[in-house]
């Protein structure tokens, strides 16, 4: 494409923008609210999605090992666990160690264990970390036939609830940022419709002369990108305020989990709203001239 091809189409797209600044306004104030919400469910989801690692990590798997067994010899099927397959890590946990865990754990009613000494009742431990929490119940079952485990404790109950309730936060955001692009499409396309019927004359005078419909839908597409775009930067820098007023005013106070930081996603997000920004702007400009290029 030549140079001056390229002058031009920017110079029709900026002259558009600013000669149908209403309508310019409008399309981007559209694109900017799809955006909010659709970064909105992202951060919903992105949070959430944070909050059920934390509650993973607490739900840990506990292989209980042999009470004949010496601490030598609780120490020596490490190896072992750490073979089987989803196992990540495999923290040893020795009877004394529970003990005072356990002890600190009751606070003021540590008291309780005074006296235990020799008789405590615990075993020595590891505490297991997996990799995926869907594969619960098969690693519990290939750790209890290692020679030396007495018992595996693993709440497969709950890391099956994590892992649904995962799937449907994902399936739900998903379903949701679709019907938002496909909303922006339409209104977009309807919006730049109203810009480019003041115009049809002058396409319908560029087609009888000749010009290629990539030439005549060149300077429309860019406009509607330049407008996604502008409604991009806006939202994310909107996204961006809203966001952080929530975390650190209106939720400091409630939060129960630690919230993701804006500074940890917002390159993801601006990414994301930049490329549905400018496909949006594009695909709706390029939808509506379809029908003013048949000529």
Sequence with gaps: MKLYNISYFFREAFSSIFTHRLMSMAATGIIMACLLMMGSFILLTTNVDQILQEVEEKN????????????????????????????????????????????????????????????????????????????????????????????????????????????????????????????????ISNTVNLTIFNRKEEIAIMKMIGAQNGFVRAPFMLEGMLLGTAGAAIALLLQWGIYEYLVRVVLADFAIFQLTGFGDVWHMLAIIFAAVGILVGSIGSGITMRKYLRV
């Excluded at 519990?140 to 936060?169: C, N, P, W, Y």
């Design 60 to 187: 840990q798997v506990v292989v209980f090992v042999n009470e004949t067994y010496t601490a030598e010899q609780a120490q020596a099927i490490a190896p072992n666990i750490k073979a089987v397959e989803n196992v990540v890590d495999a923290q040893y946990i020795s009877r004394e160690q529970a003990l005072e865990e356990f002890r600190v754990e009751l606070g003021e009613d540590s008291s309780l264990l005074e006296g235990l000494g020799e008789d405590n009742p615990l075993r020595n431990r590891y505490v297991i970390t997996m990799a995926d929490q869907e594969l619960t119940q098969e690693t519990a079952e290939r750790l209890r036939g290692i020679e030396g485990v007495a018992d595996v404790q693993a709440r497969t109950d709950i890391s099956d609830k994590i892992v649904q309730l995962r799937h449907i936060v994902t399936i739900v955001c998903l379903v949701l940022i679709l019907m938002l692009v496909i909303v922006s499409v339409f209104i």
